[in-house]
């Protein structure tokens, strides 16, 4: 069954040119060293980031959004941005965190024109991109979980939500999250716990408690 969340095939929204494979094993360059090259005139460059962070960057926003045509939009808007901006990339910067800086500008632009802000996420979607380095199929075990851990993401509001989805499926660092957010690393992480503490608020409210067991009955002594 293709998921609801399905990442889709997308070219950059850029001309770069192929560059051959050389035979030999050279080690891929850091996105940092990418975007610095970027930066000072290879665009060729932004080529080999687009291919190693449009999927997960697609995932955050189809989860913000709740919206897989939304999300497309957002995602080519910000590989746009980070080319038209990247002269503001800074040589001690964190790519990461500044791409979902972009990101998180590009959404807000979107729900400001459209006058909607992000509707409750399938919490299949959040298994299925929480991000490509790992699995988060132990999330939710069962169907009726995740009917409860939908209703009760749909309680988050978008601020709560943003910061879960950084901190938690994402897997950014407090610091980076606090770069993104626009905020001390204090601060996001006393928020990452706020969220968490209203999304599980609901979540075992709503959760059945396993039904007990019955005593065992004690084994006859033995008589000797």
């Not at 005593?215 to 002594?221: L, V």
Request: proline share 7%; with cysteine.
């Amino acid at each position: 069954m293709t998921s609801a969340a399905e990442i889709p095939v997308l070219a950059p929204p850029f001309a770069v040119k192929s560059r051959p494979r050389s035979v030999e094993t050279i080690a891929p360059l850091a996105d940092h060293q990418l975007m610095i090259a970027v930066r000072d005139g290879n665009l060729d460059c932004m080529g080999e980031l687009f291919e190693r962070h449009h999927g997960p960057l697609f995932g955050y926003l189809a989860k913000l959004t709740g919206n897989r045509t939304a999300a497309e939009d957002i995602l080519q808007n910000v590989f746009q941005r980070m080319l038209k901006y990247r002269h503001t990339y800074r040589d001690q910067g964190s790519f990461t965190a500044w791409m979902y800086h972009l990101a998180r500008r590009c959404a807000s632009d979107h729900f400001r024109k459209t006058s909607a802000g992000p509707v409750a996420t399938d919490p299949v979607a959040l298994e299925d991109h929480a991000d490509e380095s790992r699995s988060a199929a132990d999330a939710a075990e069962s169907g009726d979980d995740h009917a409860l851990l939908h209703q009760a993401l749909g309680r988050l509001d978008r601020d709560d939500r943003e910061v879960l989805l950084l901190s938690r499926l994402q897997e950014l660092s407090f610091a980076e999250v606090a770069t993104i957010l626009e905020c001390s690393v204090g601060a996001a992480r006393v928020r990452a716990h706020r969220a968490l503490r209203t999304l599980r608020r609901p979540w075992r409210r709503s959760t059945p408690s396993p039904p007990s067991r019955p005593p065992t009955a004690s084994a006859p002594a033995s008589r000797g």
